[in-house]
């Protein structure tokens, strides 16, 4: 079965730390460009960071810059995002996303392949 399955989320407090992961099965990652992409309750989903499929070029949005770091690897068949200093305003659902050669942070793009998502609650 060809899927995406994204994991770490969790309950954090503000300030703290969340590493997640997303895994490929059935495929793999190495053509993909793969994007994070995030939405939360009554919001529209938006791009938080995509990364080549190489890995040599990143992009994240405003919001999440010197705070979240997005990484991959091929070899495990996965792309991570590393999340720092974490807000309320981070709480959303996370999914990751593969689509060939261009990264991108419009969700509107077509993608490949969307994962199912991985909950992120910080709370105070």
């Known amino acids: 079965q060809l899927q995406l399955v994204e994991s770490g989320g969790g309950l954090v407090q503000p300030g703290g730390s969340l590493r997640l992961s997303c895994a490929a099965s059935?495929?793999?990652?190495?053509?993909?460009?793969m994007g994070w992409f995030r939405q939360a309750p009554g919001k529209e989903r938006e791009g938080v960071s995509c990364?080549?499929?190489?890995?040599?070029?990143?992009n994240y949005a405003d919001s999440v810059k010197g705070r979240f770091t997005i990484s991959r690897d091929n070899a495990k068949n996965t792309v991570y995002l590393q999340m720092n200093s974490l807000k309320p305003e981070d709480t959303a659902i996370y999914y990751c996303?593969?689509?060939?050669?261009?990264?991108?942070?419009?969700?509107?793009?077509?993608?490949?392949?969307w994962g199912r998502g991985t909950l992120v609650t910080v709370f105070s």
């Open positions: 996303a593969a689509r060939p050669r261009v990264c991108v942070l419009d969700p509107r793009y077509d993608m490949d392949y």
């Open positions: 059935g495929f793999t990652l190495n053509y993909y460009a």
């Open positions: 990364i080549s499929s190489s890995g040599g070029r990143t």
